[in-house]
Nanobody, 118 residues
Framework: QVQLVESGGGLVQPGGSLRLSCAAS????????MSWYRQAPGERELVARI???????NYADSVKGRFTISRDNAKNTLYLQMNSLKPEDTDVYYC????????????WGQGTQVTVSS
């Protein structure tokens, strides 16, 4: 059974930091492109993506220089280090796993709430 379980969300003041984790099971984690999304109004917005071996990453312009995506394939875990958080980063953050030429395999976690407020 495929599972993606996010953790690490919470309430933080502007300028603060959080580290999200996504524990994966039920599939070959090291073969999948992993991403973090957040629930923008109307659609899910890609926040950051990392290739299967971790050699390449890309970020939304709004988080470049503040967020860092990483993975530990030995632990089947994806991370998102979020620094210099802003109120506009407030959202539900989702972990996503994709594999295949047409993203034939596409899995989502349940989401974790991040709230940035003073």
């Amino acid at each position: 059974q495929v599972q993606l379980v996010e953790s690490g969300g919470g309430l933080v003041q502007p300028g603060g930091s959080l580290r999200l984790s996504c524990a994966a099971s039920g599939f070959t984690f090291s073969s999948y492109v992993m991403s973090w999304y957040r629930q923008a109004p109307g659609e899910r917005e890609l926040v950051a993506r990392i290739t299967s071996a971790g050699g390449s990453t890309n970020y939304a312009d709004s988080v470049k220089g503040r967020f860092t995506i990483s993975r530990d394939n030995a632990k089947n875990t994806l991370y998102l280090q979020m620094n210099s958080l802003k109120p506009e980063d407030t959202d539900v953050y989702y972990c996503n796993a994709k594999y295949g030429p047409m993203n034939d395999y596409d899995y989502w976690g349940q989401g974790t709430q991040v709230t940035v407020s003073s």
